[in-house]
T-cell receptor
C-alpha cells in the first residue's frame, strides 16, 4: 500500500535557525513528489515538484531534495512568516489516475 | 483573480440535509480533483473529473456522495443526507491540459459543519 510519512509532526525554530523536514514514501513507481505549504484556514499552496532521485529545487529560503526513498525540505535562516504546515504528496504509477497521496504534514513554528 | 474558486467557504447543515459544494478551476484548466481533510488527518483524494466525465472516483464513499463537472459551470460535489462524520474541510484542485502530469493547484476550501 502506498504510504507517505512526514517527520517531525511539529517543529519549533528560532528565527534564523536552519533545519530540515523529512518525507518518506513507499510507492510502486514514483510519478512525482510534491511539496505544499498550508496556512490555517486556507488551501494548500504549491511549492515544488520533484521527479527523479538527485533532483533539487529552490525557492527563497526553501530547498527541496529527493532520493529514492525520501525527500527533504531544507529551510535556511527561517523567518516568522515561514510558519505554516508543510505537506508532502506523491503520485504513483501504480495508483489511480490523477490523485495525490498526502502525508499528515509538519507544523512549523518560527519564533522571532 | 485567476485562482481556483470554491463556494461557499463555510456551510452548516443539519443531519439529513443535502450539502452542495462548488468549485471553479483556474482559467485554462480542464481537470478537477476533490479532496477531504478531516481534523488531525491528511488530505484524502475523493474524485478526479474532466468536463462531463468522471475519470477516477476510487476515493469517493459509495453512498450519499456524488460529483459532476458539467460542460458549462462549476464542478459540484454533492453530499446527500449528511451525517456528523461528514464534517470536514473539502478542497478542490485543478490542473492543466497535461492532465494528471501537471501540478495541482488548490482552492481555499469549503468547511462543512454538520449539526
Amino acid at each position: 500500500e502506498d504510504q507517505v510519512t512526514q517527520s517531525p509532526e511539529a517543529l519549533r525554530l528560532q528565527e534564523g535557525e536552519s533545519s530540515s523536514l523529512n518525507c518518506s514514501y513507499t510507492v510502486s513507481g514514483l510519478r512525482g513528489l510534491f511539496w505544499y505549504r498550508q496556512d490555517p484556514g486556507k488551501g494548500p499552496e504549491f511549492l515544488f515538484t520533484l521527479y527523479s532521485a538527485g533532483e533539487e529545487k529552490e525557492k527563497e529560503r526553501l530547498k527541496a531534495t529527493l532520493t529514492k526513498k525520501e525527500s527533504f525540505l531544507h529551510i535556511t535562516a527561517p523567518k516568522p512568516e515561514d510558519s505554516a504546515t508543510y505537506l508532502c504528496a506523491v503520485r504513483d504509477y501504480g495508483g489511480s489516475q490523477g490523485n495525490l497521496i498526502f502525508g499528515k504534514g509538519t507544523k512549523l513554528s518560527v519564533k522571532p | 483573480n485567476a485562482g481556483v474558486m470554491q463556494n461557499p467557504r463555510h456551510l452548516v447543515r443539519r443531519r439529513g440535509q443535502e450539502a452542495r459544494l462548488r468549485c471553479s478551476p483556474m482559467k485554462g484548466h480542464s481537470h478537477v480533483y476533490w479532496y477531504r481533510q478531516l481534523p488531525e488527518e491528511g488530505l484524502k483524494f475523493m474524485v478526479y473529473l474532466q468536463k462531463e466525465n468522471i475519470i477516477d472516483e476510487s476515493g469517493m464513499p459509495k453512498e450519499r456522495f456524488s460529483a459532476e463537472f458539467p460542460k458549462e459551470g462549476p464542478s459540484i460535489l454533492r453530499i446527500q443526507q449528511v451525517v456528523r462524520g461528514d464534517s470536514a474541510a473539502y478542497f478542490c484542485a485543478s490542473s492543466g491540459d497535461r492532465g494528471s502530469y501537471n501540478e495541482q493547484f488548490f482552492g481555499p476550501g469549503t468547511r462543512l459543519t454538520v449539526l
